[in-house]
Structures are given as structure tokens and as C-alpha cells.
């Protein structure tokens, strides 16, 4: 009985501690990532997941999802306000340049006409598929939707982004009994994942071709 007590109060406060320092560094890796496309948003949720998935702290989960889909919301709607600052401006801004340098021609064109014709179901779609967030959001922005619409429609996105690579980092972290186990699984998932699109289109390039 008394090895049990000291391993509760062992484990517990490492739990704790863990959520004290993870949940911050989730939120603001997770808000950069939106802001500067270059962070690996969808594999830091998948990971944070699996951990979580062999923590005993309640709501740990819930916890992981209400802080990513939060930080995600938040990045969003920075960067779509830093671009609409952008377009007014006679001489542009970095961040609107940035979005513009992510956006090639063909993909900018495909959102455009998406979003014509589904409005903003179209941005639940592109949290959804790899690197498909900011085309959409340029389109957005030169549809010259105001902030608060695109907010709007990008609440739903972002949930359901959380959701997707977080079951992603459940489906990982309960395949292996130790959570690096599991962390190494959603991650290896999330890349196949978001190379797979990329993969395809070049295999219907080569048979076009």
C-alpha cells in the first residue's frame, strides 16, 4: 500500500507538471504555426494527443483540444487582419506577402472559384487538407471578406482540424503501451498524411504526362 501512495504522489505532480508547461508551449507553437506556415502544427497536436492518451489527469484530452483549436482560431484570424492591413496598404505588408509567396498561381485560381460557389465551407475544407489553408485565406482576402465573416466560417475549421489530428494522436498514443511510442506513431502518421495529397498530384502529373 505504501509503494502505491509513493507512486501516486510521484506520478501526479510530473502529470501536473507537465500540463503546467505543455498546454502553454501547445498554445503558442500551435498560434506561430498559424501565423508563420512553416511550423508543423498538425504533428504537435497528434502529439500532444498521444501523451495524453497515458495520462491519468482528467479532461487531459479535452484539455489538448480546446487548446488547439483556440490557438489556431487565434492565429487565423491574426494573420487574415494582418493581410486585410496588407490590402489597403499602397505598399502591401510582409504578411501579406508572405500569404501571397504560399499561394501559387493554380491553387490561388482553384480557392477563388471554390469559394465562389461553397462559400465558407470551403474554409473547413482547407484546415482540412495539406497546405490548402492559405490559398483559401488569400482568396478570402481578395474577396475582401470582412474580418468578422471569415472568423465565422473559420470557428467550425479550426474545430474540426483539432479533432482530426488530435484522433490522429489517440489512434497513435493507444497502439503503444509507452507514450514516446506513441508520439513516434502520430507523428509518422501525420507526415504520411500531409505528403499524401502532394504524392498523388505528382503521380496524376507523370500519367498526364
Known sequence: MKWWLAATVTVVPTEATQQALGYPSLFLLVLIGALVPVVPTGALVSTAAAVAVHQTVPFALAMVFLTASLAAFCGDAALYWLGRRGMRSKNGSRWLEAIRSRAPEERLEQAQDKLAHHGTAVLVLS???????????????????????????????????????????????????????????????????????????????????
Open 127 to 209: 484546415r482540412l487538407v495539406p497546405a490548402g489553408r492559405i490559398p483559401v485565406m488569400l482568396a478570402c482576402l481578395m474577396a475582401k471578406w470582412p474580418l468578422r465573416r471569415f472568423m465565422r466560417g473559420n470557428l467550425p475549421a479550426c474545430l474540426a482540424w483539432a479533432v482530426t489530428y488530435q484522433l490522429i494522436g489517440i489512434l497513435g498514443g493507444s497502439l503503444f503501451p509507452e507514450p514516446w511510442e506513441g508520439v513516434v506513431a502520430a507523428v509518422a502518421l501525420t507526415v504520411v498524411i500531409g505528403a499524401a495529397p502532394s504524392l498523388w498530384r505528382r503521380v496524376r502529373g507523370t500519367r498526364a504526362a
